[in-house]
């Protein structure tokens, strides 16, 4: 019996191109992204049908299915049609979010309404956002500065990732670095909020960005989170945002290479480091990691099972570091037993959000006196006493 051919509900699919989507009547439902998607190693994600039902319109059968992606890039990857699933991903959160044709999760509203309020996604005042540096003696930035330092509202706010800026302060001390920040004139980059398809908001975000660094005559920017990398580097130019954009890690690499930057201490550690989506994958970001780490006396650097492009989610990304996610079904657990398998005492890593994911697994799967957390800056540091 011939099987009739499926319709096709074009003006959904017109809309969610509209919505930054153009890949969208690309896929042709081969199901390679599925064996990709990590969400698969913990419950079932069936990124195929959940296109499939978006082109057809049926948002409310979906449901929340699509506020899981992590944006991690895996399957986008390795899709032979070289489809950009997060864009879909994106659009199809954006149709959601403007439009109000299925459901939001409450965390994600809740944490856009912080930022809309406050400027960041914990909901601080803006004049708190240099607090972690009060006591560091930080300059304010200025046109004479070699470069402006960008924390990322998590550190920025966080008290339990705070040290992920402050120990890159001290590393800036140590080599001489003259650097500034702006303090309250920051504002989120924006990254998960285009993610988590709230459009008018990072426009607004980004502006808000621009125009400060603009205005104090910013050119180099170093910044912490890949996150913030990726969407200054990537998405700001499109808005008249074109500044030259650097990893910490590709600056520390360029300062040890340059002879300003001298380790003098031994860690005597084995070392697993994670390549956090956004630095890898999405931005190809792998040496430099490696080569702060590999010039730390004593460290013996270890990979992991799933390293650099095949490297596995934290589960923070897309906005997912707002939500909670059920135990059983973390990504970062799984990260976490895979460096304790390989033999590593310490879980490095270069991006906030695994942090906080990878802090939470080591107290939620009580390793604490099996396995720490360290960000390639603190241990840079170390070395450097």
């Known amino acids: 019996m011939a099987v009739e051919p499926l319709n096709v509900d074009m003006e959904t699919a017109d809309l969610i191109e509209e919505a930054g989507g153009e890949a969208f009547t690309l896929c042709y439902q081969c199901g390679v992204c599925i064996s990709a998607c ?24 979906v449901g929340e299915d699509w506020w899981f992606c992590t944006t991690c890039r895996a399957c986008a990857q390795r899709c032979p049609h070289e489809v ?3 864009n879909i991903m994106r659009a199809l959160r954006r149709i959601t979010v403007e ?31 240099g607090g972690w540096a009060k006591d560091l003696d930080v300059d304010t930035f200025t046109e004479a500065k070699e470069l402006l330092y960008f924390s990322c509202c998590v ?11 402050r120990s890159l302060v001290g590393i800036f001390k140590k080599a001489q670095v003259d650097f500034g920040i702006l303090g309250s004139l920051e504002s989120c980059c924006g990254e998960s909020v285009r993610k988590a398809g709230n459009e008018d908001l990072f426009q607004r975000l980004a502006k808000s960005n621009i125009d400060a660094f603009k205005e104090h005559g910013v050119s180099k920017v170093v910044v912490s989170s890949p ?12 808005l008249g945002g074109d500044f030259e954009i ?12 340059e002879g300003r930057l001298h380790f003098n201490k031994e860690l005597n550690k084995k070392v697993a480091y994670h390549d956090p989506c956004y630095l890898g994958r999405h931005n190809s970001i792998y040496d430099e990691p490696r080569a702060v780490l590999g010039g730390i006396p004593g460290v013996q650097l270890i990979e992991l099972p799933n390293c650099r492009e095949n490297s596995l989610c934290c589960g923070g990304g897309g906005g997912r570091i707002w939500t909670e996610t059920e135990k059983g079904e973390r990504f970062s657990d799984l990260r976490l037993e895979q460096a304790i398998e390989v033999g590593a005492e310490i879980l490095a890593t270069s991006c906030p959000y695994c942090i906080l994911n990878f802090d939470d697994s080591v107290l939620t799967m009580d390793k604490a006196d099996v396995i720490e957390i360290k960000e390639i800056s603190e241990l840079a540091l170390e070395a450097l006493q």
Not at 43 to 50: E, L, S, V, W
Not at 99 to 119: E, F, Q, Y
């Open 84 to 86: 950009e699933i997060i």
């Open 155 to 165: 550190p920025a706010y966080d008290p339990k990732v705070r040290r992920v800026a």
């Open 99 to 129: 439009l109000g044709v299925g459901p939001v999760p409450d965390p994600i509203k809740a944490t856009m309404s912080r930022i809309l309020a406050a400027g960041n996604p914990l909901g601080e005042p803006s004049e708190k956002r």
């Open 227 to 238: 996150h913030c990398y990726h969407t200054f580097k990537n998405e700001y130019p499109e």
């Open 38 to 61: 990590p969400w698969n190693l913990v419950r079932k994600f069936d990124i195929r049908r959940m296109i499939h039902q978006a082109r057809l319109g049926l948002f409310d059968v």
């Open 246 to 257: 650097i990893h910490y890690t590709q600056y520390l690499a360029g300062l040890i290479k």
